[in-house]
């Protein structure tokens, strides 16, 4: 039997205000996410694969897009903190704002802080194989280019975050879209 590192109230409370979980949800997590790393030789965080097997997730590209949103800080191990805000995101009560800014980061796989049309096609195909589909070629680029043609304000080929907020804000589908959790 590991030792497990306990939760304060406090911290309970500040994540609680800060993901628009309940405590009880918070709390629900942290057993989760204690359990995983009990499993693990390194106690620091969750590492990709583990985080995988907490969540019961298939191992893919939508995996790895949604562990490296997660992952904040890019130190390739998730925080509690960081779990909690990622968990958060799939609730519908995370205010749209970081929702949207969460959906960017899942975009945006290079985190240069630009979508290219190689990352919407590599998503939106992912997230079709996903689902035990074969993804045509003809259709990833007709909503690829309708996505551009849609966002793509000043026409450089590249959605910016602030392009991506004007895009949502007119198509909320396109978060709900990719809520892979149901
Ligand atoms: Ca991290
Ligand atoms: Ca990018
Ligand atoms: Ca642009």
Request: net charge negative; glycine share 4%.
């Amino acid at each position: 039997m590991g030792c497990c590192p306990s939760i304060s109230r406090k911290t309970i409370k500040e994540l609680s205000k800060e993901s628009s979980l309940s405590p009880e949800e918070i709390k629900n997590l942290h057993v989760n996410y204690i359990s995983a790393l009990e499993r693990m030789e390194d106690k620091t965080g969750l590492t990709s694969s583990s985080f995988q097997e907490a969540l019961g997730l298939t191992a893919g590209e939508i995996m790895e897009r949604i562990f490296r949103a997660f992952d904040l800080d890019d130190d390739k191990i998730l925080s509690f903190r960081e779990y909690v805000l990622g968990v958060a995101f799939f609730s519908t009560r995370l205010d749209l704002e970081r929702r949207i800014h969460f959906a960017f980061a899942l975009f945006d796989r290079n985190k240069d802080g630009m979508i290219d049309e190689d990352e919407v096609r590599s998503i939106l195909k992912a997230a079709i194989e996903q689902t035990g589909k074969h993804a045509d070629d003809r259709v990833l680029k007709n909503v690829t280019d309708e996505m551009f043609s849609a966002g793509d304000r000043n026409k450089d080929n590249l959605i910016s975050e602030e392009e991506f907020t004007h895009l949502i804000m007119k198509n909320p589908k396109i978060i709900d879209a990719l809520s892979v959790f149901k």
